[in-house]
């Protein structure tokens, strides 16, 4: 499985932004997806996750509100949009798939593949 983000860049504070993750396997409607971020200096944090079906989606507290996911299993697509931003959620966003979970997850240790993460800078 491969994954490729798209959609970072330079946005100003209050602004928003797309991000894109683009899965290379045939089989996407069966995997759990997330969106995670590491800002420098920071561990990776979890944003946010949504399941197979989009049946349930959860989020970090930091972002519930203002980045809604959502996924399009017929293009293998997954989408974190980011509204309200603010400069702390300046990171490296990367989206990840779980093959084997029962239901969304915030534990990044669950997710077997990983995308590159497009930087997102949010200017004062």
């Known amino acids: 499985v491969q994954l490729l983000e798209s959609g970072g860049g330079l946005v100003q504070d209050g602004g928003s932004l797309r991000l894109s993750c683009a899965a290379s396997?045939?089989?996407?409607?069966?995997?759990?997806m997330g969106w995670f971020r590491q800002a420098p200096g920071k561990e990776r944090e979890f944003v946010g996750s949504?399941?197979?079906?989009?049946?349930?989606?959860g989020y970090a507290d930091s972002v519930k509100g203002r980045f809604p996911i959502s996924r399009d299993n017929a293009k293998n697509m997954v989408y974190l949009q980011m509204n309200s931003l603010k400069p702390e959620d300046t990171a490296v966003y990367y989206c990840?798939?779980?093959?084997?979970?029962?239901?969304?997850?915030?534990?990044?240790?669950?997710?077997?593949?990983w995308g590159q993460g497009p930087q997102v800078t949010v200017s004062s």
């Open positions: 949504i399941t197979r079906c989009a049946s349930s989606i």
């Open positions: 990840a798939a779980d093959r084997d979970g029962y239901s969304w997850s915030y534990r990044s240790d669950e997710y077997e593949y």
């Open positions: 396997v045939r089989t996407f409607s069966r995997y759990i």
